[in-house]
């Protein structure tokens, strides 16, 4: 155990060295550029803000089952068969009935699996995308599993493009966005301090459409009526929609030059600026809505028609109000409402006091172990310590090799090691000691004192990576960054303590054989 | 030979006394409960830092009883200046919620203070955290259990899952009757205790095994106080040398840290000692002998 070849020491010494460049590299600008990673730090230390979005796609359920209607009436009526009675029941099942005959028919061409236009097939689900009963001559027609997953994928995809454009547009530093689960968006902004504006922002489905104002008072079956954004009126709004924010290209704050009143301007593609014309030239005298989630944000009566495809909205913005509107219709409608179901909100400064004490308490814990081995082994305590030293480097080292992230439970975990590291050299040099006893070759028992002592060495540390590991799986954020840092500690550990403490140790041993206490 | 200890003289009474602070903790947890944060409870928490020295607990509180937020705590977190407020929250799809809080509260106590952390958990991820908690621990103890039975004999496995149990129980006891609030972190210094404790068990076991294999006259009795006596001063000093570091996170580490550093202070302190009064015990109720491994190496 204790020979090392000169290959071996050069491969120790090299890999050291390289892991105690790549930390310093997180403290020391280096001009060569070899090596620029650098250590990421976490919301928890770097202040900044976290949300968990959850998709509501209720909405999205229904629309589906709204849009099936149509497909599953032309689909049957060409063959000649008549659905009748569609309703849809508690936002997910869509129920209709046939003519008592028809039903093994309608139930086949459900049922089909190849080309199913109405009921697609998954093959690699094995499953329909509905699920559905029959009663007599009722159908109930629900979305299966494997269709809900895929309505939710989608509409994930779509949500997290939005919100990436978003939160682009406000311009946050490195912001992270990432999918969770089907129907969850982590949205993760480094040096925010104050999410609110941004919360707004996601809050906001920003479905925009333009719709002509009908005289009147009573809701009918083609309109509806809604509230103005203010609460000030309600007015009955066609559902037709002549325009939606599909069309827009493009759309900015800016201000009226002859009311001085901020607005949002915009500017439409083709499609949208020909049908605006259209129906602005058709519908002079008449108020258009313009309506934004379901509120009417203006209602201005049109008094020319609109060719040229572009056009403003007032609506008692203030400066902020007419920013926010334009970027959320330039970044486009979410497929869904979101919800935001986890915040956590960090300070810069508590970030930089978390750092602080998270350092201090590093080097006080450091320093007591270092005394404290130093003191009860004298020089293979030194050697323990140097081991210790070289270890931590190799800890930090290979996490900013991987850009892991630091949080301050990570940090934590950098110092547990630091008291637990020293374990595995304990547990040695103690054995060496009691080796020592029954044989006189000094060499000898410190080579079975390595020996002997292997097996509890890895089974200790076993025990430590394997609570790592299932913290890795089932923690969240900071805790992750804790078992990560625990984790990558048992194996700088191990090697810091067979290699390096060893090869220490064999230096030392072998020089100094003739002495009569060595440990 | 050194002096060693008769660890084995105390067996009996440890275990009863382990018995009695087993019991007491169950219910405690049954009766009096766990004291959860807002990661698994749910609501919002403020940590508030005041420059204004007329800024106090009960003001705060006060302006707070005002704005119908439901059951609010209030309570210095560190330093004077500091503290953290805890309520459960109602509209949580208001995203102008905790700007209007803010300005409420300003309206009554003046701008003498700032937000330096805002947590707004969700009930459905509360309930999830709670949930993926409860396993990611569940997962751990059965990890240990198979990794023991697979490096010893089930009679090992099951000594050093009870020391495990009895870690775990015992520290949630005593976070259950001083109130002391479980969260993420709690979980993660949980999990983090089981790696521990089972570390200090596997090595006393280790030298049991070692033994039970040079001596076959020896009792388990007297052979596992031999085998603790052995690994005696490595299990002080990693002991040591593990509370050095965690005694620094306590006192220097900032407030957050000091939950997770406590819990892992109780459970360094249990584990020792369970390694050497619940496991070793187990194994002379159950009688291993030389025979227990000869049979598993005849296999």
Do not use: C
């Amino acid at each position: 155990m204790l020979y090392f070849s000169k290959i071996r020491i050069i491969l120790i010494a090299t890999f050291t060295t390289i892991f105690v460049y790549i930390f310093l590299s997180n403290f020391i600008k280096f001009d060569d550029n070899v090596f620029n990673k650098k250590i990421n730090l976490g919301l928890d230390l770097q202040g900044g803000s976290y949300l968990l979005l959850e998709i509501d796609n209720t909405p999205v359920i229904t629309q589906k089952l709204q849009n099936t209607i149509p497909e599953l009436k032309k689909f049957f009526k060409e063959k000649k068969i008549n659905l009748r009675n569609f309703k849809i029941v508690d936002d997910e099942t869509l129920i209709f009935e046939t003519t008592p005959d028809k039903v093994n028919e309608v139930k086949d061409s459900l049922l089909k699996k190849e080309e199913n236009i109405i009921n697609e097939y998954y093959p690699k689900y094995r499953a329909h995308k509905f699920d559905f009963s029959v009663d007599q001559n009722l159908f109930k027609l629900n979305f299966s599993k494997y269709g809900l997953v895929e309505i939710k994928d989608s509409s994930q995809s779509q949500a997290l493009e939005t919100i990436r454009r978003r939160v682009d547009e406000i311009g946050t530093n490195e912001p992270n966005i990432l999918k969770r689960g089907n129907d969850r968006i982590v949205v993760e902004l480094p040096g925010l301090d104050d999410p609110s504006r941004i919360k707004n922002l996601l809050g906001k489905t920003a479905n925009l459409t333009f719709r002509f104002v009908i005289k009147g008072s009573e809701e009918t079956f083609g309109s509806e009526k809604l509230e103005f954004e203010d609460g000030s009126e309600e007015a009955i709004v066609s559902k037709r929609i002549i325009l939606s924010g599909d069309n827009l290209l493009d759309a900015q704050p800016s201000m009226d030059s002859e009311t001085s009143e901020t607005v949002v301007t915009f500017n439409l593609d083709r499609v949208g600026a020909k049908r605006f014309g259209k129906a602005t030239s058709t519908g002079i005298g008449k108020r258009l809505a313009i309506v934004l989630d379901g509120k009417i944000i203006s209602a201005p009566v049109i008094q020319d028609a609109i060719v040229s495809g572009s056009g403003q909205i007032s609506g008692g913005f203030t400066f902020q109000s007419a920013t926010d509107l334009a970027l959320l219709l330039r970044s486009g409608a979410l497929p869904a409402p979101l919800n935001i179901i986890e915040e956590r909100t960090v300070g810069p400064d508590l970030g930089q006091d978390s750092i602080n004490a998270g350092i201090m308490a590093l080097a006080i814990g450091f320093l007591l172990v270092i005394l404290f081995m130093f003191f009860k082994y004298r020089i293979f305590g030194l050697i323990a310590n140097i081991t210790l030293i070289l270890n931590l480097f190799l800890l930090v080292g290979i996490l900013t090799l991987f850009e892991a992230t630091l949080t301050l439970p990570g940090i934590a975990g950098i110092i547990l090691t630091v008291g637990m590291a020293v374990d595995a050299n304990v547990l040695i040099f103690e054995r060496i000691k009691e080796e020592k006893k029954g044989e006189k070759n000094q060499l000898i028992a410190f080579d079975s004192g390595y020996e002997k002592s292997k097996t509890a060495v890895i089974d200790a540390n076993i025990t430590t990576l394997i609570a790592a590991m299932i913290l890795f799986f089932m923690g969240s954020g900071p805790i992750k960054g804790f078992s990560v840092t625990l984790g990558v500690g048992i194996f700088t550990t191990l090697f810091s303590v067979y290699f390096i403490a060893r090869l220490l140790t064999s230096l030392y041993v072998t020089k100094n054989k003739h002495k009569e206490k060595l440990i | 030979m050194n002096k060693s200890v008769p660890f084995n003289k105390f067996y009996r009474l440890f275990n009863i006394i382990s018995s009695l602070l087993i019991v007491l903790s169950i219910v405690l947890l049954i009766f009096k409960g766990l004291n959860f944060g807002v990661d698994f409870k749910g609501g919002t928490l403020i940590e508030l830092r005041t420059t204004d020295k007329n800024i106090s607990v009960s003001n705060i509180r006060d302006s707070l009883n005002q704005l119908n937020l439901g059951d609010v705590s209030v309570k210095n977190f560190g330093s004077e200046q500091d503290y953290l407020i805890k309520f459960e929250k109602k509209d949580f799809n208001n995203p102008d919620f905790i700007s209007d809080l803010k300005n409420k509260l300003a309206s009554s106590l003046g701008n003498g203070f700032e937000f330096r952390r805002v947590e707004n958990v969700g009930p459905k991820v509360s309930s999830e955290l709670l949930k993926s908690g409860i396993i990611a621990i569940a997962l751990s103890l059965a990890a240990m259990l198979i990794y023991i039975w697979i490096r010893f004999e089930w009679q090992f496995s099951l000594g050093a899952i009870l020391a495990l149990f009895h870690d775990v129980l015992i520290t949630l006891g005593i976070f259950s009757l001083f109130g002391l609030e479980i969260n993420l972190s709690i979980v993660a210094a949980v999990l983090t205790i089981v790696g521990y404790s089972m570390n200090d068990t596997v090595v006393i076991f280790d030298r049991v095994r070692e033994n039970l294999k040079k001596y076959s006259d020896i009792k388990i009795f007297d052979l596992t106080n031999i085998s603790i006596n052995e690994t005696l001063s490595r299990t002080i000093i990693t002991s040591v040398t593990t509370l050095l570091a965690l005694f620094s996170i306590f006192l220097f580490g900032g407030e957050i840290l000091k939950g997770f550093s406590l819990a892992m202070i109780l459970g360094v302190f249990f584990g020792t000692y369970s390694s050497i009064y619940i496991a070793n015990p187990i194994l002379v109720f159950l009688q291993v002998s030389q025979k227990t491994i000869l049979k598993e190496e005849k296999d």
